[in-house]
T-cell receptor
């Protein structure tokens, strides 16, 4: 069974541009979570989607947004990129709604903003 | 805002030694999870502890949840180079709708 996949693996953008990151959950999983991990640090919760709807978001500005498609895959969009947005962006999926359930992580997309 | 603090931030030991990583908070969590993350990969769940005072063992790893469900520890016995990685604790809030991660402890086990 395929795990969580993310694309691209690496992304280089310049300040002010927009970035789009993609995530495909494990087959059958309906919840998708996005996290930001700055270099060598812990994960900061960004967004949680379930059944196509945004269920919760972390303390990030509105230029971080996303959506979940009918096939449960998800996109994270970051507008007006800033240097401090450089980080590893991790996507996770779970079988059942809610953070209590085991989350399975993808390998991440490393975003570098120059 | 619920915060989780991990200590130490970095730990370097020789193969065969023991180590303990701590995860502390002033908030109560309904459950706490421990993950290990290796370079270039996403975190992988090691264990979930739910009950205050609970102790779980996973081979040479022992996880403990504090009685008040505010803190947890991870103890590794006779560490091996394969234990090298970033260890993350994550707490689930009482409402069950938010996962809060600690800052991580980077463990290096030298052969």
């Amino acid at each position: 069974e395929a795990g969580v996949t993310q694309s691209p693996t690496h992304l280089i953008k310049t300040r002010g541009q927009q970035a789009t990151l993609r995530c495909s959950p494990i087959s059958g999983h309906t919840s998708v979570y996005w996290y930001q991990q700055a270099l060598g640090l812990g994960l900061q919760f960004l967004l949680w989607y379930d059944e196509g709807e945004e269920r919760n978001r972390g303390n990030f500005p509105p230029r971080f947004s996303g959506r979940q498609f009918p096939n449960y895959s998800s996109e994270l969009n970051v507008n007006a990129l800033e240097l401090e947005d450089s980080a590893l962006y991790l996507c996770a999926s779970s079988l059942v709604r809610g953070h209590q359930e085991t989350q399975y992580f993808g390998p991440g997309t490393r975003l570098l903003v120059l | 805002t619920q915060l989780l603090e991990q200590s130490p931030q970095f730990l370097s030991i020789q193969e065969g030694e023991n180590l303990t990583v701590y995860c502390n908070s002033s908030s109560v969590f309904s459950s706490l999870q421990w993950y290990r993350q290796e370079p270039g990969e996403g975190p992988v769940l090691l264990v979930t502890v739910v009950t205050g005072g609970e102790v779980k063992k996973l081979k040479r790893l022992t996880f403990q949840f504090g009685d008040a469900r505010k803190d947890s520890s991870l103890h590794i016995t006779a560490a091996q180079p394969g234990d090298t990685g970033l260890y993350l604790c994550a707490g689930v809030g009482a409402a069950g709708n938010k996962l809060t991660f600690g800052g991580g402890t980077r463990v290096l086990v030298k052969p």
